[in-house]
């Protein structure tokens, strides 16, 4: 086993995607449900390649960027093996010129802290990616504060999905899931009760984007990613956000597969975000949240 550093040459990478999905694995294992897979690349209308770890690393060594590599843990809620976030780490190992791991522990299961702190101390990812609406918790319930406390301590990244997904979307009910865990308000006590843990906002949390923009205003331990939609399609709100005073905490992502870095970086070009707040969010604030400077 390789525990993972990074060996990442700062200067020669454009950016750093900060949500990049790892959908399957070396034998083919999907890490979704088939039924929600399917309904997933109805809704996204995704038809484009779906790489392995090794591939995912290939297509950002290609752009001369750098990518954190997730995928996530819902057990519990699916009944359906996750893809081995240990495996992940081993296979960023391998590929450190490029790839960042973040692991993924199910929150709902009573080895969650454990299985986190294995994943930190033996393979070394750098963060943890979560998603409450398909992991099925409520992540201001004080019942999780031993895991956030474990990240803290640790100093490693706590990225949680905000806003609506399209997992689920389509099936009977939702396949019952709920949509109001993902609010990014429900990250508020988590910032307050642990003002050293980093915390990643993913997405324009629609149809809550003030709602985040209003934590991550006030709680400095916050940050915004902006994958998972083309940034054409970015509330004003966000936009003005990430020119001014939240330049500093913004981040780019693209969530692929499902919207790749060339789609975004090419339909940034057509928003207003200001050139000189760039090369913040595509690289230089990524590389301050993850302590890749040294």
Do not use: C
């Amino acid at each position: 086993m390789t525990r993972y550093e990074p060996a990442i040459d700062l200067d020669a990478i454009t950016a750093i995607d900060v949500h990049v999905h790892i959908e399957v694995d070396d034998h083919g294992h999907s890490s979704l449900p088939d039924d929600l897979r399917d309904a997933a690349a109805t809704y996204f209308r995704t038809d484009g390649p779906n790489p392995d770890l090794d591939g995912v690393a290939a297509y950002y060594r290609e752009r001369r960027m750098a990518a954190v590599v997730f995928t996530v843990d819902a057990r519990t809620n699916f009944g359906h093996a996750p893809i081995s976030s240990a495996d992940i780490a081993e296979g960023a190992a391998r590929n450190n010129d490029v790839l960042i791991p973040f692991g993924s522990v199910d929150p709902l299961a009573p080895t969650a802290v454990d299985d986190a702190r294995r994943l930190i101390e033996d393979h070394g990812v750098r963060g943890f990616k979560f998603h409450p609406t398909v992991q099925g918790f409520d992540p201001s319930d004080p019942a999780y504060s031993p895991l956030y406390e474990t990240l803290q301590d640790a100093g490693v990244v706590a990225l949680f999905h905000t806003g609506q997904t399209g997992i689920g979307a389509g099936l009977p009910g939702g396949r019952g899931l709920l949509l109001g865990l993902s609010n990014p308000m429900l990250l508020d006590p988590v910032a307050a009760r642990f003002p050293e843990l980093q915390i990643i906002m993913a997405h324009p949390s629609v149809p809550w984007q003030d709602e985040a923009l209003s934590v991550a205003t006030h709680k400095h331990n916050t940050w915004i990613d902006l994958s998972g939609w083309s940034p054409k399609y970015f509330p004003e709100s966000l936009v003005r956000a990430a020119n001014s005073y939240l330049k500093s905490r913004v981040l780019f992502g693209s969530d692929f597969p499902l919207l790749t870095p060339d789609r975004w970086l090419r339909d940034a070009e057509q928003t207003a975000l200001k050139p000189e707040v760039m090369p913040g969010i595509l690289k230089a604030n990524a590389v301050r949240l993850l302590g890749l400077a040294g």
